[in-house]
């Protein structure tokens, strides 16, 4: 598998906590979107592991396409789920 799945087509709202480490789902197979629950197994993807800035909500990319992981840039606009 060389091009994650798209979990969904929106972004997941999420209350980041400063200084939290999060492991984001980078291929899609996770049943706990938009975090890695080790579905990765087997595949070429890894989770990307990210430690909050600061403590805010912010939109948790679930399409996989983003270039600015693990935040939604929109690039879900126009794509359908598999
Ligand atoms: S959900 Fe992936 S770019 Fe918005």
Redesign the pocket.
């Known amino acids: 598998m060389s091009k994650a799945k798209i979990a969904?087509?929106?972004?997941t709202a999420i209350d980041l906590e400063e200084g939290k480490k999060y492991a984001f789902c980078t291929c899609g197979l996770s049943e706990t979107q938009p975090f890695c629950d080790g579905a990765h197994k087997g595949t070429d993807f890894s989770p990307l592991v990210f430690t909050a800035d600061k403590t805010e909500k912010a939109?948790?990319?679930?399409?996989?396409?983003?270039g600015k992981a693990p935040f939604?840039?929109?690039?879900?606009?126009g794509?359908v789920k598999d």
């Not at 969904?8 to 972004?11: D, G, V």
């Not at 939604?72 to 606009?77: I, Y």
């Open positions: 969904s087509t929106s972004p939109f948790l990319c679930n399409c996989k396409q983003t939604c840039d929109g690039s879900h606009s794509l």
